[in-house]
């Protein structure tokens, strides 16, 4: 695989940029959207966060929709939420794929209750649905899957964007300039109060 796991611990070490030490999860499954993966890929990397393809374990390299591949830098069943700050779950075909493997609809469920951000877009509302994380909760996602989405307990709008606390959904990737704004603003403000909690435990 591209990366050591065990990196996931100490990412960010030496780098720059906005988001410099931020740890990110970008999940893979086979027929992946093209741009929902790598356009957040290399905005993340851009702005210096460490990003990591997370896979199901069903293969190491996954085919998108067009054909282009993506290695995976690690199995949902050897990491865990704690290790990153965000999750982030492209469209495509691949969320029908990816609900089909426990471990990663847990990565997405421990994700929400330990506060992390989750953000999904375009189809990756069947994801946030088998986790159980959308109910009582603003959303939206691509319009075909408004009632998977509505018969999970979401409260589905039609915006480019939609942010509920630290869950972030977006409808298509004609909407992902938006979608990385505000995951990126979810990433600063998360790097802020993590800076500022260690601030006050050192002062103690």
């Not at 050591?4 to 611990?9: F, I, K, L, S």
């Not at 999860?25 to 990397?45: F, G, K, Q, S």
């Not at 199901?56 to 199995?75: F, I, L, N, W």
């Amino acid at each position: 695989m591209a990366k050591d796991v065990r990196a996931v611990e100490h990412g960010g070490e030496g780098s720059s940029g906005e988001l410099a030490g931020m740890r990110v999860a970008i999940l893979a499954e086979t027929l992946y959207e093209d741009m929902e993966l790598w356009y957040p890929y290399y905005r993340l990397r851009e702005a210096g966060a460490d990003v990591f393809v997370v896979g199901s374990g069903s293969a190491d390299t996954y085919q998108s929709k067009h054909g282009y591949p993506v290695t995976v830098d690690a199995e949902a069943d050897t990491v865990t939420a704690s290790q990153f700050d965000a999750v982030i779950i492209p469209g495509g075909y691949s969320p029908d794929h990816m609900r089909r493997h426990p471990s990663m609809v847990k990565l997405v469920r421990e994700a929400h209750e330990q506060g992390k951000i989750v953000a999904a877009i375009c189809h990756a509302g069947w994801m946030l649905a088998s986790a159980n994380i959308v109910r009582g909760k603003s959303a939206t996602s691509y319009r075909s899957i408004k009632d998977d989405m509505v018969n999970a307990g979401a409260q589905w709008v039609d915006r480019e964007v939609v942010r509920d606390g630290t869950l972030i959904t977006s409808r298509s990737p004609a909407d992902l300039p938006a979608f990385m704004r505000t995951t990126v603003a979810a990433l600063k403000e998360r790097r802020g109060t993590s800076r500022a909690e260690r601030q006050i435990a050192l002062a103690g």
